[in-house]
C-alpha cells in the first residue's frame, strides 16, 4: 500500500479502532497452546480480541491462517493481525544461546543463524521476533545473562547488528525475513544486586560509553521495533521515560520505528509508584513515545478516553498508529497477510539448518582448561556421566518453540563416533538439589537420596571401568532467562559430590559445563583435566560438542562475559575503571583497592579460551607513534600458527585513554577478528584504530575524544598482551 492509500486508512479510521491498533494481546486469546511469557490480567473483552492491532506467543502456519482469516473478515477495516514471538535463538532448529553466540566472537556465523531463524519462523506463520537483546550485562546473578552476548558493548554491538540483519534482510516484504525488535531498551541487565526486574542505577557517562552503545548501533541497521524494559533508570521506569524514549532513542538514534513496552510494562509503572492508575500510566507512556502496550491492558482500557477528553492529541495517536500500520506495510501484509507462505506446510529441520546449528555450537566453546593435552578425546575407554550426558534439554527457556526430540545429545553423539563397545553413558546424579527453585516452579524428586545414591554408584562403576571420564555437568536450562537470578553460582551440590566421587576414581576427567551464565569453577578445575564450557547449545549440541572433544574441530569459543572466583565479586566485568590505589601484580597490600580474600579479577577473564593448537602473535606494532583527528594508525599483529593442528583465534584490539577528563576503563575493546590458520601458516592481522574510536562522554558532557596517550594491546584475552602506545594530537 502507498503513503497516501495508507494515510487514508488511518484517516477512515474511528478513535477506537486506531486505539486498538496500539494494543498487543496474549496469544492465549486466540490459541489455547499459546506461550504466555507474561503476568496474565484476565481475559480480553471482545471488542479487543476484535481490533487488537497484534498478538504474540503463538506459531504454526495452519493455525495462524485460520486466525488470520477469521480475524481480517471481522474487522471494520479489514486490517491484518500481527503475529510476534521470541525466536531468539531458534525457531525449529535451535542454535546456541545468545550467550554462547556472543562466545562464537563470529558476528557473520550469527548473521547467518538468524537468518536461518527468520525463515524458520516466516514459514511458520511468524511476522516478528523480540530479538536481539542488546542489554550488557555484568552481572551472573542475573538469569538473563543468557539471552545476552555479554559484558562488552563492542562485541555485543556487532552481535545485535548481525542479528538485526540477519532477521530482516534487505526488505521486509520478502516472505523469509521476519521483522527485528531491539531489546530491552535500556539498561535492563544492570539491575540491582542482580535482581530481575530491579531498578538500575547508573551515571550517564556509563550508560552512555557502555549500557546504550549496542541498542545505538543495532538501530542503526533500522529494526522494526525496539522494545522498552521493565526497569528503572535513575528513578524513571523505562517505558515512562523521555529522556531515553525521545531524546535519546528518537533524536539521537534516529529511530523511526514501532517502540512496544515488554509484557505489562505499561501498567507495571503503577507497581513502581510513578503512575496512579492505568489511565495514568497509559498516558505516561503515551507522552514516553510508546506505541503498542503488550498485555497490560491500559491502552485498551484509557486510551480512547485520554484522546477524547483531550489528554493525548489526535496527532499524537495518529503517528503512533501510522508507525504500526506502516511496519505491517513493510511486511507486505496488506497486499499477502500470508506473505505467499504455504500455511500448509511450515517449516522443517534440514541438514542444512543442522549444518549450520552444529558449525556455530563448535565455534561457541569454550576451552579453558587441558591439562596435558587430554582433548581431543584418545580413541579408548570413555565414560559420559553426568546429568547432560544424555539430556534432550539443551536448549534454552527461550526456544519454546523448538521440540526437545529433534536435540541430539552428548551420548547419541557418542554412539555415533565410537565403537558402541568402547563407551558408557550413566547420570550420576539429578540435576539440581532436592526441591530447588527453578523459572517452572520447584523441583522435586521423589526418592531423591535413594535415586542418587543408585545413581552415584553405577557411575562410579562406569569410570572404573573407563580411561577417561567425561563429566556432563552444568546448570539447568531453567535456572536461566527471565527471573531466574540467583546469589549463588555454584554447580549443585549433588553435582560436586558426583565430581569428587569420580575424582576418588583416578581417572583422567574432561568436564563439560553447560550453562546460560558465568558459574564458580574453582573447584571443578581443581578436578578436571580438562574444562569447557558448552553453554546452552541447542538442537545440534550433542554433534558440535564431540567434533570439538573429538578435534575435527579445535574449539576456538571466547569467553563474552568473566567467570568469577566467586559471586562475591559480581557485578564484574575487565573494563574497570582504574582506582587511586590500583592493587599491586604481586598481590593485595595495606591501602589498596583489593579484597583480603580474593583476587580482583576474574577466575577467567572476558576474551578468553584454549585452542587445541598453539597461536604465537609476532611484532604486534602501530603504523605510527602520534595521530592527528584526522588521522589513522594501523596496529597490528603476525599471528603464528605453532602447533599442530588446524584451529580459530580471535585476535582481540583493546584501547586505553590514560589520562582523561573523566576516568577510562583499564582497557576497552575496540576491534576483533577471528582467523583460522592452518598449522605452521601465518597471517597479519590489521586494526586501524580512528579518532571516532576513542570518543567518550567528557567531563563536559560531550561525546568527543582528548589529545593525549593511548595505550594499545593486540591480543589474545582482556588479560594478557603487553601494551604499545601512540599520542593523540
Ligand atoms: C517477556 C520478556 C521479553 C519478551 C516478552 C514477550 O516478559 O521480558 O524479553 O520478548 O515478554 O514474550
Not at 45 to 59: E, F, P, Q, R
Not at 103 to 113: I, M, N, Q, S
Amino acid at each position: 500500500m502507498d503513503k497516501k492509500a495508507l494515510e487514508a486508512l488511518l484517516n477512515d479510521m474511528s478513535t477506537e479502532e486506531k486505539v486498538m491498533q496500539l494494543v498487543q494481546i496474549p496469544g492465549s486469546e486466540y490459541e489455547a497452546s499459546a506461550e504466555i511469557t507474561g503476568i496474565e490480567r484476565g481475559q480480553v473483552k471482545d471488542n479487543v480480541k476484535k481490533l487488537a492491532g497484534s498478538t504474540l506467543g503463538i506459531w504454526g502456519s495452519k493455525r495462524l491462517k485460520k486466525i488470520q482469516e477469521k480475524y481480517i473478515k471481522e474487522h471494520p477495516h479489514h486490517i491484518p493481525l500481527m503475529f510476534m514471538l521470541d525466536v531468539i535463538h531458534g525457531h525449529k532448529t535451535v542454535l546456541p544461546c545468545p550467550l554462547g553466540q556472543g562466545a562464537t566472537f563470529d558476528p557473520d556465523t550469527v548473521r547467518k543463524g538468524a537468518e536461518m531463524q527468520a525463515q524458520e519462523a516466516a514459514a511458520d506463520g511468524v511476522h516478528a521476533t523480540f530479538s536481539p537483546m542488546a542489554d550488557l550485562c555484568r552481572d551472573a546473578r542475573w538469569g538473563r545473562i543468557m539471552e545476552s552476548t555479554g559484558e562488552d558493548k563492542i562485541l555485543n554491538s556487532r552481535m545485535a547488528t548481525a542479528m538485526v540483519e540477519g532477521y530482516q534482510g534487505d526488505d521486509l516484504k520478502d516472505r523469509n525475513y521476519i521483522a527485528a525488535c531491539v531489546k530491552h531498551y535500556a539498561a535492563y541487565g544492570a539491575a540491582e544486586g542482580g535482581r530481575d526486574y530491579n531498578n538500575t542505577e547508573l551515571s550517564e557517562h556509563t550508560l552512555r560509553e557502555h549500557y546504550l552503545r549496542a541498542y545505538g548501533e543495532a538501530i542503526k541497521k533500522n529494526p522494526a521495533m525496539v522494545m522498552t524494559s521493565f526497569n528503572s533508570i535513575n528513578g524513571i521506569p523505562a517505558t515512562g521515560n523521555k529522556f531515553l524514549m525521545k531524546k535519546i532513542l528518537r533524536e539521537e538514534f534516529g529511530f523511526k520505528g514501532v517502540l512496544i513496552s515488554d509484557w505489562g510494562a505499561v501498567g507495571e509503572m503503577i507497581n513502581h509508584g510513578f503512575a496512579e492508575d492505568q489511565r495514568d500510566a497509559a498516558l505516561k507512556a503515551m507522552m514516553a513515545g510508546v506505541d503498542i502496550d503488550m498485555c497490560s491492558g491500559c491502552y485498551s482500557s484509557s486510551l480512547e478516553d485520554l484522546v477524547n477528553t483531550g489528554a493525548v492529541s489526535v496527532q499524537m495517536l495518529d503517528e503512533a498508529v501510522l508507525r504500526v500500520l506502516n511496519m505491517k506495510n513493510d511486511l507486505g501484509l496488506f497486499e499477502d497477510p500470508y506473505r505467499g507462505i504455504d500455511m500448509d506446510a511450515g517449516p522443517v529441520i534440514t541438514g542444512e539448518s543442522r549444518a549450520l546449528a552444529k558449525e556455530a555450537v563448535a565455534a561457541s566453546l569454550v576451552l579453558l582448561e587441558n591439562k596435558e593435552n587430554t582433548l581431543p578425546l584418545r580413541k579408548e575407554k570413555n565414560a559420559f556421566i553426568g546429568p547432560y550426558a544424555n539430556n534432550k534439554k539443551l536448549q534454552s527457556s527461550w526456544a519454546f518453540s523448538g521440540e526437545d526430540e529433534n536435540t541430539v545429545t552428548v551420548w547419541e553423539a557418542a554412539l555415533e563416533a565410537f565403537d558402541p563397545e568402547s563407551i558408557k553413558v550413566s547420570t550420576g546424579c539429578t540435576m539440581l538439589d532436592q526441591d530447588t527453585m527453578t523459572a517452572r516452579g520447584k523441583r522435586h524428586v521423589d526418592n531423591w537420596e535413594v535415586e542418587n545414591t543408585k545413581f552415584m554408584a553405577e557411575a562410579v562403576k562406569a569410570a572404573e571401568w573407563a580411561d577417561t571420564v567425561i563429566m556432563c555437568l552444568g546448570e539447568d536450562f531453567a535456572q536461566s532467562g527471565e527471573a531466574t537470578s540467583k546469589v549463588s553460582l555454584k554447580l549443585p551440590a549433588v553435582q560436586l559430590k558426583l565430581l569428587n566421587e569420580i575424582k576418588k576414581t583416578g581417572k583422567r576427567i574432561v568436564t563439560l559445563i553447560f550453562t546460560g551464565r558465568p558459574l564458580e569453577l574453582n573447584e571443578v578445575r581443581e578436578l578436571s583435566d580438562a574444562l569447557m564450557i558448552c553453554w546452552l547449545p541447542g538442537t545440534e549440541g550433542g554433534h558440535g560438542v564431540m567434533d570439538v572433544l573429538l578435534g575435527k574441530v579445535s574449539p576456538s569459543g571466547r569467553l563474552p562475559v568473566s567467570f568469577p572466583y566467586t559471586v562475591g565479586q559480581e557485578p564484574l566485568h575487565y573494563d574497570m575503571y582504574p582506582t587511586g590505589r590500583p592493587r599491586p601484580e604481586t598481590g593485595p597490600s595495606a591501602f589498596t583497592s583489593s579484597y583480603l580474600d580474593c583476587e580482583n579479577g576474574a577466575l577467567y577473564p572476558f576474551g578468553y579460551g584454549l585452542s587445541y593448537t598453539l597461536f604465537e602473535f609476532i611484532n604486534p606494532t602501530l603504523s605510527a607513534q602520534k595521530m592527528s583527528g584526522s588521522e589513522t594508525i594501523t596496529a597490528y599483529v603476525t599471528v603464528r600458527n605453532t602447533g599442530a593442528m588446524k584451529g580459530s583465534v580471535t585476535v582481540q584490539l583493546y584501547i586505553r585513554d590514560v589520562t582523561s577528563s573523566r576516568v577510562r576503563p583499564v582497557r576497552e575493546l575496540a576491534d576483533f577478528k577471528k582467523i583460522s590458520l592452518d598449522p605452521g601458516a601465518e597471517e597479519e592481522v590489521g586494526f586501524i584504530i580512528n579518532e571516532e574510536m576513542l570518543r567518550f562522554w567528557t567531563a563536559e558532557e560531550k561525546w568527543e575524544s582528548e589529545a593525549g596517550k593511548f595505550l594499545v594491546w593486540i591480543c589474545n584475552s582482556s588479560r594478557d598482551g603487553q601494551p604499545l602506545e601512540f599520542k593523540l594530537a
